[in-house]
């Protein structure tokens, strides 16, 4: 499976950077991890322009991913002397480190949380901060009223960002054939596995595009 995981970044990779629904929150996310970080952590940095919006509030980045194809583009398309993208599994990833903060977009449906989220707790130094934005599985009333509210408004915003451009071919194929790789829990799973890991201290919200974020300050004391 982690080998088709790749194989399909690496494709994904090619493709052109465009407006997407992650890019929509990336204010809210870098509102939630603030100025002033020595050290923070980018889990799975695709081809880096979130890393490089991370970059210009915090002194050192690294970002990994397990797609060769995805380091090499963000070293080229979003470098910084402050950045170190990293083909790096973050399952493989033994820990010691620590950082001031962690953030990762649309990964974590790719982790099993319960073996990442303790680790991250480990590699978090005392006061710092885990930013999470990742897709979850629709259900029950609040999700429907959400996408009562997010079809009609995600067609109107592709048709801002995108104009009546017709799709690549090659990009739609891509992500289809990635689809299948996508396994997603219900926000209510995904609170019982942060806060089994985390603690009631983890912050959980859901967000109009198909996705939530989760937000943990690790204690002082800790």
Known sequence: MKDQMVESFNRIALLEDKWDHNQRYSKLLLKEIGSGSESVLDIGCG???FTQKVANLAKNVIGID???????EAQKRYPAKNISYILQDFDDMDGTLQFDCIVSIATFHHLSLDTALPKIRKMLKPEGTLVVL?????????DLLLDMIAVPANFLMRRIKGGFKKADPEEINAWNAHSHLD????????KQAYCKSLGNGVKIKRLVFWRYIAVYKKSKAE
């Open 47 to 49: 081809t880096g322009e």
């Open 66 to 72: 397990i797609a060769p194809q995805m380091i090499k």
């Open 183 to 190: 396994k997603y829990m219900s926000i209510r799973d995904l």
């Open 134 to 142: 990742d897709l979850y599985e629709r259900s029950g009333l609040a």
